[in-house]
């Protein structure tokens, strides 16, 4: 574009760029040369150049310096040269932003936008549409539409490609133009098409059915350009994903249709979406992997970094799917390019077998010295991961990696290698002796600080525990006499550890920690002087708590608790327990191995820190002390509803405050106000909600839900939360996202949240779990044993029990050996409040497994002495393991049901009871009123037959009333005999116990006394009308015998009579009675009923429990079998209804 420069303009510049010492006020002044006449072509582009070096620097002009700089420029298209006239379009383009009235320019673009010089056309209109706005767009509609057809492949691309941009500022008038991008798309130039394309689809992606038909014309019509079948091909695999349906989708057909397309570019994308699909599996991945295995074979080097690079993410989930890629790749460990040679060697360190690895040990050693350090870091993670997939060859690998050790490499390359060796020794002890071994060599000689105290660190953890720990002593104190401060202080730690641990090299320890105390360095002096007197106590407590386990409070919680307290003097001490406990690090698998990097590290803060900034900066949420624990994320809706809806429990002392993050998947709503109402099944009591001012379509906001913990019972612990989202709805339009004015009210269910007994419990990690042990003593501890029936193998009995309680699993003991029929799990938690928790759970493998949990609680820290604990080590697990029991069998449950279902023959029975009940018990209450106004003063038993009835016994004192019946029992019997404990569903009732009834003449038009039955419907008419269940009635008339149903019900409900010779062999009808309501059972109801049930064949075990009737999901009773001695009502003589000998009635029909 620049002309060549006479020879002293290039001999101006310096060095090879010659813009590099520009000054903004020289170009500007240069620009004069604009209004120059005539116009100089050849110095006007220098000059425009210029300007366009400066902005692209990021140099600010002003908006007069610019807007002068601009009107100059426009006088350069009185110039008819082309070179010119391009770069005064592209100028136009960059100042656009800065200068003011740019649509001065507007006439002279149309002019040569409509022109017929096409050279010109095409910038013309990219630069017409960077300064035209919504207001503009209009005027030039019919030029912008007659672009995109026209015959130039540059004009049409350009009107195209600029319809994009416009769609930012005026979607609606863009969408006009859908005919001609779609006769765009079926132009033979490749680039026309492409951009074509594009433009439809981006004016159809919020229109899933739009998009799809889109689809199906161009995978069935075809396609010229390579780059149109890789947006085709990008554009089906994200409805792929969104859909989830697989290879089953004709999508997924077309995907791997284009694996055998003539362009090797269209190959690449089909191989790469199928691989990126989300549940592939390894058969729908044959074929992409078979094209890249032919492309690690090609003479380009693109290609075969791509397909290397490919596989190498393949290996990482499926690498059985990349074994007969093999050799392929080991043919490429020699190729030039050293990206691709790395690539291989990883992937083959993921993919290759046991067998293998020697063999892939010997030709990494050739290969490593090759390559740069950011290459070998790569290298030693593939080998860390090929450790864990083979712990038996760690002796190899070890070997190789302390031969790496020795070599020269700078900090990140040893660090990634002593990060391996430390991972080798704590996934497989038996390799301790030498990995540490492999680490004294290397702190002889180390230059890095940060390694040298690391490596000290693991060696007073880990040493000590060696059967001969005397033989580090000596690297150890080499490392005090020779190395910095900071070294010399983390040799002093690790020297105390071993005289804490071992009995017999405590003298000379001490005798080390004397020469210690003579340092020059202040910290090395203090440490040195605190380990010998706690050393000389000679007691395990104090080791455990001062030199073993460290503080368990977070160390950038303290700094800024600390930082706080200078802040605002106070006359009180430091109270350490306003610092957050430390949380165990969670560790996310990455998905893929990166470059390292010569930038420095910047500690990133930690999940609960931010967390705890967050809510306090909540007014309603300051008062309540230092977050104790977050949880991970609930799921409270499914991926594709309308709103997805997560929950993060936040854990504080005496309260819990529930996090939902709220995203809105609808285009034409707009929320507001969005609240999550909660109800507890517990004892928890919700505070407050913290609403969500408006959650637009796919923005994230989050609301709040303030529960308070009970404090009165300690028990209450796992609680039930339902939950429904409450919010008022602004219905928008889904292109422009404007909402409407009025809005209404509206609420969506979600999923029930439990908080467990993990939510209450924060993981501590315990270094030396055997010394904090033994540090408790047993006066706090508790013994009991659980059979694990369900669960067939240790791996998952450790996993299930780490989950259940929320504790931290210390001496590596959640790993549990190959081949092993017993094992101990170690577990350190603390308890909300403050109380530390330790946990010695034993298993033992037989048809199940057997679980011996033995616990013990350290008693209150002083720092959390005003902290009143909540935790009840003696029943909790017992009572809520007894209580998951008891629900399973007794209760009845669907998915999403808020109500326990009885059998109807339980039903049957509960209502016969407490039809007799009600009256007995008016009755004897009328007795004993009238002997108490008697004076009489002997204390009155309840009635023997009512005590029969119900098999259990009244109150001993006072006046006997329907509630003592209902929920007292007596000191002979147990509290499951009591009608109240089979209403609720855990009691047990002797049915074969027959009263008489005696008929109060009074009572028959009142409800029964204290009816323990559930009205579940007690909405108004209005209310019910609205929204009801369709049909309920002829449910009951058809589905429930007549006995069963108070009232009668209206004609409409009944069954229809048979069509045909049926309706001839029917009996006359009987007419209907008009339906009415009744408060209670008539005698012959109840006769019915008592038939009912003898049919059912009930079980005559005066000890059986109705939970056992009605326990199993699936259980059926024999069908009953019709019966002309049926008893039928007074009026009907002795015959049923219609209804009731129906075929479509109970005849064979079970209840259920």
């Not at 430390?582 to 990133?604: D, G, R, Y």
């Not at 949420?621 to 309308?642: Q, R």
Request: glycine share 4%; aromatic share 8%.
């Amino acid at each position: 574009m620049i002309k060549k420069f006479d020879k002293k303009d290039e001999e101006s510049g310096s060095g090879s760029n010659p813009f590099q010492h520009l000054e903004k006020s020289a170009v500007l002044q240069e620009a004069r040369i604009f209004n120059e006449t005539p116009i100089n072509p050849r110095r006007c582009l220098h000059i425009l150049t210029k300007i366009l070096y400066l902005l692209n620097q990021g140099e600010h002009f002003g908006t007069t310096e610019a807007t002068e700089a601009f009107f100059a420029m426009t006088r350069l298209f009185q110039s008819n040269d082309q070179t010119l006239r391009r770069m005064c379009y592209f100028t136009i383009k960059e100042m656009a932003n800065i200068s003011e009235d740019v649509i001065i320019v507007t006439s002279s673009l149309t002019k040569d936008m409509t022109g017929k010089e096409d050279v010109y056309r095409g910038p013309a209109i990219r630069a017409l549409c960077r300064i035209t706005d919504a207001t503009m767009l209009q005027a030039i509609e019919r030029y912008m539409k007659q672009a995109i057809v026209d015959k130039v492949p540059s004009v049409s691309s350009s009107a195209l490609v600029s319809s994009l941009h416009m769609m930012k500022i005026s979607y609606d008038v863009v969408k006009r133009w859908i005919n001609e991008a779609q006769e765009a798309a079926s132009s033979d130039n490749i680039m026309v098409q492409y951009h074509a394309l594009g433009l439809l689809y981006h004016l159809r992606k919020n229109d899933r059915l739009a998009v799809s038909k889109m689809l199906n014309k161009f995978t069935k019509s075809g396609l010229k350009s390579q780059f149109a079948y890789c947006m085709l091909i990008r554009i089906a695999s994200r409805l792929l994903r969104e859909s989830e349906e697989g290879h089953e989708s004709p999508l997924f057909d077309f995907i791997e249709s284009c694996l055998r397309n003539k362009h090797e570019m269209v190959i690449y994308e089909a191989a790469s979406a199928i691989i990126h699909l989300p549940n592939c599996t390894a058969r729908e991945l044959a074929p992409a992997v078979s094209v890249l295995q032919l492309f690690c074979s090609s003479p380009k080097p693109v290609l075969r970094y791509a397909a290397v690079r490919t596989l190498n993410k393949v290996a990482m989930k499926h690498p059985s799917a990349v074994t007969a890629c093999n050799l392929d790749l080991e043919n490429l460990i020699t190729d030039s390019n050293r990206s691709i040679a790395t690539l291989a060697i990883t992937t083959l360190l993921k993919t290759g077998s046991e067998s293998s690895v020697d063999r892939l040990m010997k030709q990494i050693s050739s290969f490593v010295s090759e390559i740069s350090d950011e290459f070998k870091v790569v290298v030693v993670q593939a080998i860390s991961a090929l450790c864990q997939k083979y712990p038996r060859k760690h002796s190899v690998m070890m070997t190789f990696l302390s031969n790496m050790l020795r070599d020269d490499g700078g900090f990140e390359y040893k660090r990634a290698i002593v990060d391996c060796i430390i991972g080798i020794i704590e996934e497989n002890p038996e390799s301790k002796e030498a990995g540490l071994a492999h680490l004294c060599e290397f702190i002889e000689d180390c230059e890095h600080t940060v390694l040298a105290t690391k490596i000290l660190h693991l060696l007073g953890k880990e040493g000590p525990r060696t059967p001969s720990p005397s033989k580090y002593i000596r690297f150890i104190f080499n490392r005090v006499v020779l190395e910095n401060e900071a070294v010399r202080a983390a040799a002093v730690s690790a020297l105390a550890k071993f005289g804490a641990q071992n009995e017999n090299l405590l003298p000379s320890i001490l005798v080390l920690l004397q020469r210690c105390m003579i340092d020059s360095d202040d910290e090395v002096r203090d440490r040195a002087t605190f380990y010998l007197n706690v050393l000389q106590q000679r007691q395990i407590a104090l080791n455990a708590a001062y030199i073993f386990n460290g503080l368990t409070v977070s160390v950038p919680g303290m700094e800024k608790a600390l930082h706080q307290y200078t802040l605002e003097p106070s006359e009180k001490p430091f109270d350490m327990k306003t610092v957050p406990l430390a949380t165990a690090p969670i560790f996310e698998q990455k998905a893929e191995i990166a470059l390292v990097t010569s930038k420095p590290e910047k500690v990133a803060p930690s999940r609960q820190d931010i967390f705890q900034e967050q809510l306090a900066a909540i007014p309603e949420f300051k008062s309540l002390g230092p977050l104790f624990k977050s949880s991970e994320p609930v799921h409270l809706t499914e991926a594709e509803t309308e709103y997805f809806v997560c929950c993060v429990k936040h854990v504080f002392t005496n309260h819990i405050v529930f996090q939902f993050d709220c995203t809105n998947t609808l285009n034409d709503q707009l929320l507001e106000r969005i609240t999550v109402q909660m109800e507890p099944s517990d004892a928890y009591d919700v505070i407050c909600f913290i609403p969500a001012p408006s959650l637009a379509y796919n923005q994230p906001g989050m609301c709040y839900t303030l529960v308070q913990i009970p404090q009165d019972d300690s028990t209450a612990v796992a609680c039930t939360f339902s939950c429904t989202m409450k919010f008022t709805v602004r219905d928008c339009d889904p292109n422009t996202g404007v909402p409407e004015e009025d809005g209404y009210d509206d609420e969506y269910v979600l999923e029930d949240l439990e908080v467990t007994v993990s939510d209450h419990i924060q993981k501590v990690l315990k270094p030396n779990f055997a010394a904090a042990w033994e540090e408790v003593g047993d006066d706090f501890e508790k013994e009991e044993t659980f059979a694990l029936s369900s669960i067939k193998t240790l791996d998952e009995a450790v996993n299930n029990i780490i989950k259940f309680l929320g504790m931290q699993p210390c001496e590596r003991s959640d790993k549990v050996p190959e081949n092993k029929n017993s094992h101990t799990l170690y577990l350190a938690g603390v308890y909300r409040g403050g109380c530390d928790v330790l946990v010695r759970s034993r298993l033992a493998l037989g048809d199940g497994v057997t679980m011996q949990y033995l616990t013990r609680r350290i008693p209150q820290n002083p720092k959390y002495q005003h902290i009143k604990t909540c935790l009840d080590t003696g029943c909790s697990l017992t009572k809520y393991t007894e209580k998951l029991e008891e629900i399973k069998r007794n209760y009845r449950y669907k998915k999403d049901e808020l109500f326990k279902r009885l059998k109807v023959t339980t039903f049957a029975q509960l209502v016969i009871q407490v039809a007799s009940l009600s009256d007995e018990t008016l009755e004897v209450t009328n007795k004993e009123i009238h002997k108490q106004e008697d004076g009489d003063s002997a204390a009155p038993h309840p009635d023997a037959e009512v005590t029969e009835g119900t098999n259990g016994k009244g109150s001993p004192d006072g006046t006997p009333s329907p509630i003592l019946f209902l929920n007292n029992a007596g000191a002979g019997e147990s509290y499951r005999s009591t009608l109240q404990s089979v209403i609720s569903g855990v009691g047990e009732l002797d049915i074969e116990k027959d009263t008489p009834k005696k008929e109060d003449t009074e009572a028959k038009d009142t409800p029964y006394p204290d009816c323990p039955f559930l009205l579940l419907d007690v909405r108004d008419r209005d209310a019910y009308d609205q929204c009801h269940i369709i049909g309920g009635l002829k449910v009951l008339a058809q589905k429930i015998p007549e006995g069963l149903i108070t009232g009668s019900l209206p004609a409409c409900c009944h069954a229809p009579a048979p069509s045909g010779s049926a309706r001839k062999k029917t009996s006359l009808k009987v007419p209907l009675a008009r339906a009415e309501n009744r408060w209670r059972f008539s005698e012959d109801n109840l006769q019915k009923i008592q038939y009912y049930l003898e049919e059912e064949h009930i079980p005559s075990d005066t000890a059986s429990r109705f939970s056992r009737g009605s326990s199993g999901r699936n259980s059926k009773a024999t069908a009953m079998r019709s019966n002309p001695s049926l008893p039928g009502t007074a009026g009907s003589g002795g015959v049923l209804s219609a209804r009731s000998l129906s075929r479509n009635s109970i005849q064979n029909r079970p209840w259920k």
